[in-house]
């Protein structure tokens, strides 16, 4: 079955810390794999493709297929990150299949 | 680029009403776009597929007749929530993408209240 799971509702860290949000996936064909981030009262923003191997707002992302993960990281957390974090598989039939997302906050 | 508006963004209106929401790309032909619905604090749920042309394709529980689809131009998608209830009351997101192997690109949302 073709699942996306995010074990953390809730991530707290202080500002600076380093951040790691799961995402664990399951799907039998090649992966295509997504972070989304939507900041309070804002629309669901791409962040991350795993395919373009870039670093965004200080994120990266490396994809596992051997522990098939796809977990976001950041070395110093900011302020400005408290948002909230999906992770998407793109199902090989067009669709999305989205986790049930993190809530990340930063303290300051 | 890549933008995608959605109206309106709120609407609320009595039960047995019928309430249309538009999604358009406004930079890019978008041949595919997605209806999710979110409740509070919980993730997306896809609700529909609508291909330019062609009828959407609901996912499973999805109501065809009360989740009306139309997608009739590359840059334009509607759903029309057909005598709404109190129960359907939940914020609406579209989405859209140019092709299967690109992201797609989200509304704002349209938060529904049926009193």
């Known amino acids: ?108 | 680029g890549a933008v995608v508006s959605q109206h309106p963004s709120w609407v609320i209106c009595k039960s047995g009403t019928s309430v249309k929401i538009e999604c358009r790309s406004l930079d890019f032909q978008a041949t595919t776009m997605f209806w999710y619905r979110q409740f509070p604090k919980q993730s997306l749920m896809l609700m529909a597929t609508s291909n330019e042309g062609s009828k959407a394709t609901y996912e499973q529980g999805v109501e065809k007749d009360k989740f009306l689809i139309n997608h009739a131009s590359l840059t334009l998608s509607t759903l029309t929530v057909t005598s709404a209830h109190p129960e359907d009351s939940s914020f609406y997101i579209c989405s859209a993408r140019t092709a299967s192997n690109q992201p797609q690109h989200f509304g704002d949302g349209t938060r529904l209240s049926i009193l």
């Open chain 1, 1 to 108: 079955a073709q699942r996306v799971t995010q074990p953390e509702k809730l991530l707290s860290v202080f500002k600076g810390a380093p951040v790691e949000l799961k995402c664990n996936y399951s799907y039998s064909g090649s992966p295509e794999l997504f972070w989304y981030v939507q900041y309070s009262r804002q629309r669901l923003q791409l962040l991350l493709r795993h395919i373009s191997r870039e670093s965004i707002k200080g994120f990266t992302a490396d994809l596992n297929k051997g522990e098939t993960s796809f977990h976001l990281k950041k070395p110093f957390a900011q302020e400005e990150d408290s948002a909230m974090y999906y992770c998407a598989l793109n199902s090989g039939t067009y669709k999305y299949i989205f986790g049930t997302g993190t809530r990340l906050k930063v303290l300051a």
